[in-house]
């Protein structure tokens, strides 16, 4: 699997190119933040309700000591607000409670078993959402599973699997040293722009020749808009 993920990511770098990253690593407890509100909606909506959000507050004991129904308010742009809402407003407390301060920099220190067993470990955050902690603010080379890699990989038929949980910890220990950031990046735009949920563009798809989809779409006339955007490369 692993020179079979090394051909797919080159094929996508060729065509999309290598996706920039900031220089300075984000706060991971920002990323997680992000993550959260990204769930179910947009990139756009998602870092919107993420800017309203900081613009309000000091730092994340602000959020801590506000009313859930506030909070609400200033991410109501991102959908499911009192979800997502708990869910924020959950792992502060927890690392309040147990550090005495809101940071989630001693994770550096384990290695990421370790740190995917204590984010999930609270209340609304998942396997992906460790993942993205993993990959965009502590630099390791995890391959992060959303629906658009895991409908992209079992398409292609480098998985066949039932979720995106599945799908990761089948691709997790294949991932070539370096590649996962440009892999898991490229594919979300393959996701987005190519390979959608329907009417995939298989006839401009830059994987259509190494694809095993059996429902190919080569109908010109449907149009998908595009949408680059992509939230946790933004979070400064």
Sequence with gaps: MKKQIEK??????????IPERQKKLPNPLDIIIGTILSQNTNDKNS???????????????????????QLEKLIKVAGL?????????????????????????????KN??????????????????????LLFAFD????????????????????????????FNEIKAHIPEGAAHSFHTNLLRLGREYCTPTNPKCYECPLERVCAYKEKNFDRKKII?????????SIK
């Design 47 to 69: 870092y919107k309700a993420y800017l309203n959000l900081k613009s309000n507050i000091k730092s994340w004991n602000d959020v801590l000591e506000m009313k859930t129904s």
């Design 140 to 167: 390791r080379n995890v391959c992060p599973v959303d629906t658009h890699v895991h409908r992209i990989l079992n398409r292609i038929g480098m998985v066949k699997t039932s979720n995106p949980e599945k799908t």
């Design 81 to 109: 607000g009192k979800q997502k809402s708990m869910a924020i407003k959950n792992l502060l407390k927890n690392l309040k409670n147990k550090n005495e301060r809101l940071s989630l920099n001693y994770l550096k220190r």
């Design 112 to 133: 990421d078993e370790e740190v995917i067993g204590e984010l999930t470990s609270h209340k609304g955050i998942g396997v992906k959402t460790a993942n993205c902690v």
């Design 225 to 233: 808009k595009q949408n680059n955007f992509f939230l946790l490369d």
């Design 8 to 17: 797919i990511n080159q094929l996508l770098i060729n065509h999309f190119g």
